[in-house]
């Protein structure tokens, strides 16, 4: 939060943000996750490694709606890992920065180092976004039913292996791991993404 250094390298953080945007289209009814099939003749097959488009139609969110436009252009039913590293690839991580520095939630500022190195770097404008990020993670482990966008955050966090950045007090990250499967169960579409986002993981040292 204070340094505006990002946690994971950039391709990993694309494919994370690949994966929350594929989510959000699921959560939006715009594709169904985990099977095969044909969505105007209703007829489906269980298959954990496809998304299928079920709705083209523009979102009038840019990062949206060039996610259907891949989608699209794949056929509409496509592999989700194909999906997700092609779109990784689209400038993503600059499309949602500056979309962030757009909503004002984001701004651009120089960071010194060593006296004589500046680089560009980008913070919050407001402490409290992250601390709200932050809270929505710690209400999974505690709230008996948490949103469903909230447990789509801590999946995608989990998987990136950014718990330890939560700080989480009176939550091992291992009792989040215990408490995020209990929450979805082995069948939810989360898992077909986050199997997926996980091997891509690159800290920085």
């Known amino acids: 939060d204070d340094t505006g250094r990002p946690h994971l390298d ?8 690949a994966g929350a945007v594929l989510l ?5 009814g715009r594709v169904r996750l985990g099977w095969h099939g044909n ?5 489906w097959q269980r298959n954990h ?13 840019h990062i949206h709606d060039t996610a259907i436009r891949l989608l699209w252009r794949l056929g509409g039913t496509v592999n989700i890992k194909q999906f ?4 990784a690839t689209t400038n993503l991580y600059e499309a949602v920065r500056d979309q962030l520095i757009a909503q004002r939630i984001l701004h651009t500022t120089t960071r010194r180092r060593y006296w ?24 999974v482990a505690r709230l008996h039913q948490p949103h469903t966008r909230d447990t789509t955050l801590t999946a995608l966090v989990i998987a990136l292996n950014l718990t330890p950045h939560v700080r989480l007090i009176d939550y091992s990250t291992a009792g989040l791991h215990v408490r995020l499967a209990e929450l979805i169960g ?17 800290r920085f040292s």
């Not at 969505?39 to 007829?43: E, M, Q, S």
């Not at 997700?84 to 779109?87: A, G, K, L, M």
């Open 10 to 17: 950039k391709h990993s953080i694309a494919v994370g943000l």
């Open 49 to 61: 490694t496809h998304v299928t488009l079920l709705d083209a139609t523009p979102t009038d969110d």
């Open 24 to 28: 959000e289209l699921w959560h939006a």
């Open 186 to 202: 082995p069948q939810h579409p989360i898992n077909d993404i986050t199997k997926i986002v996980a091997p891509y993981r690159l």
């Open 84 to 87: 997700i590293n092609q779109f």
């Open 39 to 43: 969505p105007h003749h209703g007829t």
């Open 116 to 139: 004589f190195f500046r680089t560009l770097v980008h913070r919050p404008r407001n402490a409290a976004y992250p601390v709200r990020a932050r809270a929505r993670i710690r209400d």
